[in-house]
């Protein structure tokens, strides 16, 4: 795996899997590794902003990114420190001045995110003034990027129930978080973004999960130009690509790809007689996967 890659899944955690016994379709008995997850309360200095399911690695990023994805954070906040308390499952996020978000509490709307996914009413705010930079996307480098986040030693793999997502530069993940819900797994990459300054200008993020307003609003907030999944998309997600001059791909499987907005940054450099198609173990897992989420996988 390439050297580029910072922060990679730890499926031999075991504190992220837990093994159960059952029966499988002829009756046999089975063991099998099941997800972890546990809730967390998130605190800024001392208000209490929200509780979460998650699968409990991470925190600290994932409370960081969870509270810019916000807007309850800017990027250039002064973050003076972030604590977490395992046993009690409480993360507190501390700036040097004290915050005050009842109004932004009262506004939470239900989104489509999984696992208690939650967006305020002005989850848009500042979204229409975002100029995403021009960047561009070789189809040579989604292939080779597609095949190593495939071979890509995962929880996803291990025991499934759960969404991955991906930093990336050029052909080469750089972070590769996962979660119970793809809202908390972006918010990971976010707070780590945060942390490590790490600019969004020539990235690629990738996401196994359906290509929604949510995911959309997220991205580009992020400012990264180009949004990439093996899902399908929503109406919404992809008007707000186009009208926010985001790339959106979709329903990439193989050697397969579709699509619909900021297309003007895709080269078609890549001979399709080289690409691979997915490995059988991998199709089967998501494809199992997908129709038990009633997922897109078309």
Known sequence: MSDLLRVKPNPADPRLTRRVTGIDHTGAPIETAVTVERPMTLFLNGQEIVTMMTIGDRPEDLALGYLLNQGMLKPDAVVTGVDYDDDL?????????????????????????????????????????????????????????????????????????????????????????????????????AGWMFRERETPDDKIFYTTGRLTSEMVIKTVRMGIPILVSRSGFTAWGVELAKEAGLTLIGRCKGRRFVALAGTERIVFDADLAYVEEESAKHWRKNSAEAMAAGDDAS
């Open 89 to 189: 499952g409480v993360v507190i996020v501390r700036t040097p001045e004290r915050t005050d978000f009842e109004e932004k509490l009262r506004k939470k709307t239900l989104t489509s995110g999984c696992a208690q996914g939650t967006a305020f009413g002005d989850l848009m705010e500042g979204f229409a003034q975002v100029s995403l930079p021009k960047a561009e996307l070789r189809t040579s480098w989604l292939y080779r990027l597609l095949h190593r986040i495939n071979t890509l030693p995962t929880l996803y793999l291990e025991a499934g129930a759960i969404h991955g997502c991906a930093l990336c530069l050029r052909d080469q993940p750089v972070v590769y978080m996962e979660d119970v819900g793809r809202h908390n797994a972006v918010d990971k990459i």
